[in-house]
């Protein structure tokens, strides 16, 4: 595969109060291939900020370096390939929202046809067309970030560095955005994306970066994760002979509630084949439980 976007020992040092230093990120070595969603994790203060910052030029590296689209990152023209929404937007408010997209269009070269139907496109797509011609500063936050992420897509691009894209938004709002990201992924666009909502990470990409203290700890695979992390099942029965219980009893099964019990993956299948001859048992569901991303990204914390 490509690497669309990759750093090597990227670093960003800054002086604080009384002149101590502060390494916001510490030699990032990171790969995002071409048509991916990788997640970027990390809690507040990690580096995931400063690390999109360095990505789109708007700070200057301490160390390392970084290519985009084959583009060394000191290269200004990799950013016509590149669309941001950074984490909290501010725009001309005095412009109306279609006015931003036209704006944003026109600085990357957009004809005015080009321009009219894309912007036509994004508004409806993003629930905005009615508010299209209400100045931005009469917007919910929401609706800021829904037109932030227009402004980010009105060129087409092929690639979407996207900092906390969910910020704000509405359950519609997020439902929306969450539809168009699929979309795009659909179409091979490759999107970086920062957030601290776990189980959008889980839905959309297919690989996330933990980041602590600036440091990138681990790399997951989500289907790795969804597939592989199976720790045990959750079985519901509608009914459960006493043989059954006593099985599930020698099983080691743990009982979580009126017919319902959780076993280890390894027995499952022995289980099965015992309730298959048993009249008086009937399962009404089973459940893979499994290591979820909220219980490992509490494990890469805790390590320090």
Known sequence: MTAIIKTENLGKTYRGKKGRRVDALKDLNLEVQKGEVFG????????????????????????????????????????????????????????????????????????????????????????LHEA?????????????????????????PDILILDEPMSGLDPLGRILVKELILKLKDRGKTIFMSTHILNDIEVLCDRVGIIVNGHLRRII???DLMTKGITGYSIIFNKISEGIKERLKQFGATETGR????????????????????????????????KGLEELFKEVISEG
């Open 40 to 127: 970027f994790l990390g809690p507040n203060g990690a580096g995931k900020s400063t690390t999109i910052k360095l990505l789109m030029g708007l700070i200057f590296p301490t160390s390392g370096r970084f290519v985009i689209n084959g583009i060394e990152g000191k290269d200004i023209r990799y950013k016509k390939f590149v669309g941001y929404l950074p984490e909290n937007p501010s725009f001309y408010d005095y412009l109306t929202g279609e006015e931003l997209l036209y704006f944003v269009g026109r600085n990357f070269g957009m004809s005015s046809k080009e321009l009219q139907a894309r912007a036509e496109e994004l508004l409806r797509t993003l629930d």
């Open 132 to 156: 299209r011609k209400r100045p931005i500063r009469s917007y919910s936050k929401g609706m800021v970030q829904r037109i932030g992420l227009a402004q980010a897509l009105i060129h087409d």
């Open 221 to 223: 695979n989500i289907d």
């Open 259 to 290: 017919l319902r019990y959780t076993v280890s993956k390894e027995k499952l299948t022995e289980l099965m084949g015992i309730v298959r001859d048993d009249r008086d048992t009937d399962i009404n569901l089973i459940e893979p439980q499994r």
